[in-house]
């Protein structure tokens, strides 16, 4: 199993839609949990942290994170083509280090 | 606040040919972290200093891979020989810590150097 798993997509949302992607993770004592989006050839870019049960909203974006399930959630609503992207869930185990899924891909389409 | 800077951006280089790159974190940022990121995929964490200690290094290949953070500050990155599969982006990050909950803060990352070895 891996640490941190990801669907890689693409998952095809039309525009003004709420998209949902999903990250499972497996070391239980994870505490940290964030979420990056990655333009085409640019670097990643931190969108949302949560470290607490429940939800975490700001703006479009709400991270929900269920400790007991480990899994941890990205939602985006009212979609945007702009939002059109490779998300990546990051999750910080026990070891207190990064680890990163493979990232889902969004496609927004107008 | 400026941002986690990298150079060179881009790099073309033939197999067997040395590299380096350099990153300059966050000012104040205790803890940098060089990934590799192939395409496709996450990044992988290649090492990890706080502050001029190494943390986690055990994804370096170290016959060819070294790193160094003198002054715990800016950092290099380097690759010799280099073989076709390091064909990667090569991305720096930066943590202030500690962070909520007791690890790593939130890391930022720097635009990356993408590396061709022909």
């Known amino acids: 199993q891996k640490e941190v798993e990801q669907n890689s997509g693409p998952l095809s949302v039309p525009e003004g839609a709420i998209a949902s992607l999903n990250c499972t993770y497996s070391?239980?004592?994870?505490?940290?949990f964030f979420w990056y989006r990655q333009y085409s050839g640019k670097s990643p870019e931190l969108i949302m942290s949560?470290?607490?049960?429940g939800d975490k909203e700001d703006g479009r974006f709400t991270a929900q994170l269920n400790k007991a399930s480990q899994y941890v959630s990205l939602l985006i609503r009212d979609s945007q083509p702009s939002d059109s992207a490779t998300y990546l869930c990051?999750?910080?185990?026990?070891?207190?280090?990064?680890?990163f899924g493979t990232g889902t891909r969004l496609k927004v389409l107008a | 606040e400026a941002g986690v800077a990298q150079s060179p951006r881009y790099k073309i280089i033939e197999k067997r040919q040395s590299v380096a790159f350099w990153c300059n974190p966050i000012?104040?940022?205790?803890?940098l972290y060089w990934y590799q990121q192939i395409l496709g995929q996450g990044p992988k964490l290649l090492i990890q200093?706080?502050?001029?200690?190494?943390?986690?290094d055990s994804q370096l290949p170290k016959d060819r891979f070294s790193a160094e953070r003198l002054k715990g500050v800016d950092s290099t990155l380097k690759i010799q020989p280099a073989k076709l599969e390091d064909s990667a982006v090569y991305l720096c990050?930066?943590?202030?810590?500690?962070?909520?909950?007791?690890?790593?803060?939130?890391?930022?990352f720097g635009p990356g150097t993408r590396l061709t070895v022909l």
């Open positions: 990050a930066s943590t202030k810590s500690p962070g909520l909950a007791g690890g790593p803060g939130e890391q930022f």
């Open positions: 070391d239980r004592v994870s505490q940290s």
């Open positions: 949560i470290y607490s049960n």
């Open positions: 990051a999750v910080i185990p026990g070891t207190y280090k990064y680890i």
């Open positions: 000012s104040g940022h205790a803890t």
């Open positions: 200093f706080q502050n001029n200690g190494v943390v986690d």
